[in-house]
């Protein structure tokens, strides 16, 4: 078993660029893919990176993902911030061992000020 | 277009039971893999559990706090996966949405969400 661990919030300024962190708790952060997620408030998730690192047809490329093994973590980096960025966004992992599948992180509220 | 639509929401006291549908459409549902997240209020999310395709074993799995107690099935002749949830408990109040997922974890698409409320 694993967990994923996010800042829980995290602010910055619109124009600037911002970085989340998400880091598993044992194991390399290599060892399975890594998915971003982005929910609004009242509203369901949608997917910003999978796969560690792909964008989904209609992100702008303004979102971009990265795992660096060394420091067992992925990161979402969001450049050029804008005030629409302002969401939750949520780490998940996948967990093959103990027949779990998924695991999420717990959230980063970020906040575009 | 993909839709996923849940439904079967609803207030239901302590100990009580709810059954959740899905109704899935726009995709290939029969070799889909499909799974279950909450999201307690104010909380953030959590994955219920999992129905593998048919083709894949049809196989189930659940994260422990569900085990014993939620059910997933589907039925491809109606492109629907259900969440057959018993002996429901205060903590299992959430916004239960579906999702398709592929065999490594990702969820690409999501329904609305189903609000569930257990409370007496």
């Known amino acids: 078993n694993f967990m994923l661990t996010q800042p829980h919030s995290v602010s910055e300024s619109p124009g600037k660029t911002v970085t989340i962190s998400c880091t598993r708790s044992?194991?390399?952060?290599?060892?399975?893919?890594v998915q971003w997620y982005q929910q609004r408030p009242g509203s369901f998730p949608t997917t910003v990176i999978y796969?560690?690192?792909?964008?989904p047809s209609g992100v702008p490329d303004r979102f971009s993902g990265s795992i660096d093994s060394s420091s067992l973590s992925a990161s979402l980096t969001i450049s050029g911030l804008k005030t629409e960025d302002e969401a939750d966004y949520y780490c998940?992992?996948?967990?093959?061992?103990?027949?779990?599948?998924?695991?999420f992180g717990g959230g980063t509220k970020l906040t575009v000020l | 277009e993909v839709q996923l639509v849940e439904s079967g929401g609803g207030l239901v006291k302590p100990g009580g039971s709810l059954r959740l549908s899905c109704a899935a459409s726009?995709?290939?549902?029969?070799?889909?893999?499909m799974s279950w997240v909450r999201q307690a209020p104010g909380k953030g999310l959590e994955w219920v559990g999992r129905?593998?395709?048919?083709?894949?074993?049809?196989?189930?799995d659940y994260v422990a706090p569900v085990k014993g107690r939620f059910t997933i099935s589907r039925d491809d002749s109606k492109n629907t996966v259900y969440l057959q949830m018993n002996s429901l408990k205060t903590e299992d109040t959430a916004v239960y949405y579906c999702?398709?997922?592929?065999?490594?974890?990702?969820?690409?698409?999501w329904g609305q969400g189903t609000l569930v409320t257990v409370s007496s």
């Open positions: 796969e560690d690192d792909q964008r």
């Open positions: 726009g995709f290939s549902f029969i070799n889909a893999w």
């Open positions: 999702t398709t997922q592929t065999p490594l974890g990702w969820s690409p698409y």
């Open positions: 044992s194991g390399s952060i290599a060892r399975n893919y």
């Open positions: 129905i593998k395709s048919k083709t894949d074993g049809g196989t189930t």
């Open positions: 998940q992992s996948y967990d093959s061992s103990n027949h779990r599948d998924v695991v």
